[in-house]
């Protein structure tokens, strides 16, 4: 079964940085595409930046020209470096993953971390 694993998550203070990374494990053929989401107390889980397979990413708006998502397709990871954090940061960061188990799959499946806290305080 597919496991993802988050770490990094933490305290920092506005304008501070982190490194989140996601490490992905089990019968993998192909990782289609991963992402970063995040879900801050009575807010709806939003997209914060994604990768596919071929290095196209997105972000969302509010966070472009700050956060950098990036993979190592080798080690199944993803990572999500942010910069210049704000307070508005502060959530819950979910890291998602679009699987191809086999090769013999032409449809992916969806999976999710348990999720890492970020909090942005001074």
């Known amino acids: 079964q597919v496991q993802l694993v988050e770490s990094g998550g933490g305290l920092v203070q506005p304008g501070g940085s982190l490194r989140l990374s996601c490490a992905a494990s089990g019968i993998i053929f192909s990782i289609r595409a991963m992402g970063w989401y995040r879900q801050a107390p009575g807010k709806q889980r939003e997209l914060v930046a994604g990768?596919?397979?071929?290095?196209?990413?997105n972000y969302a708006d509010s966070v472009k020209g700050r956060f950098t998502i990036s993979r190592d397709n080798a080690k199944n990871t993803a990572y999500l470096q942010m910069n210049s954090l704000k307070p508005e940061d502060t959530a819950v960061y979910y890291c998602n993953a679009d699987i191809q188990r086999t090769i013999w799959d032409f449809k992916t499946d969806d999976y999710w971390g348990q999720g890492t806290q970020v909090t942005v305080s001074s």
């Open positions: 990768i596919t397979i071929s290095g196209n990413t």
